[in-house]
């Protein structure tokens, strides 16, 4: 394998990692902001109870 082929094979698996990274911070983006809503949702609920 020549340099060259080494260095767009490291290209491609840098890419590869840097999309799979984005995906998965937009997934845990997604789960927090679930449970944030949740969470507001709740404490909404309860102070509800208390009237």
């Known amino acids: 394998m020549t340099s060259d082929e080494r260095l767009d094979r490291l290209t491609e698996r840098h890419e590869a990692l ?29 102070g509800d109870e208390g009237d």
């Open 18 to 46: 840097t999309e799979s990274l984005e995906l998965l911070t937009r997934d845990v983006r997604e789960l927090l902001e679930i449970a944030q809503n949740r969470e507001r949702r709740l404490t909404r609920l309860k």
